[in-house]
Nanobody, 128 residues
């Protein structure tokens, strides 16, 4: 059974940092592309960052470039998303997603419809 479990969410203030983790099980992790998505209330779920299974190529949404870094540890079946210099638009529910590797540019794979498996999400609310 495929499972993706996100952790690391929590209250943030503008300028702060968090590190999200996505622990995977139930599938051959290193054959899967992994993505982080986020969804704010009333908005569409958007791709934040994705990492390929083959060469580790990465994609970042323009809104997070230079602030977020996606990495994967295939030995631990885990993907990380350190988030720095958080901005007021960053608070959302963050989701981890997985799909079997395909031959395509990573930017083309960082869309919601490309993913078969999803975690339950972790909240990253804005501290008032």
């Amino acid at each position: 059974q495929v499972q993706l479990v996100e952790s690391g969410g929590g209250l943030v203030q503008p300028g702060g940092s968090l590190r999200l983790s996505c622990a995977a099980s139930g599938f051959t992790f290193h054959y899967y592309t992994i993505g982080w998505f986020r969804q704010a209330p009333g908005k569409e779920r958007e791709g934040v960052s994705c990492i390929s299974s083959s060469d580790g190529s990465t994609y970042y949404a323009d809104s997070v470039k230079g602030r977020f870094t996606i990495t994967r540890d295939n030995a631990k079946n885990t993907v990380y998303l350190p988030m720095n210099s958080l901005k007021p638009r960053d608070p959302s529910v963050y989701y981890c997603a997985a799909e079997p590797s395909r031959v395509a540019p990573i930017e083309a794979l960082c869309v919601r419809t490309a993913y078969d498996y999803w975690g339950q999400g972790t909240q990253v609310p804005l501290s008032s």
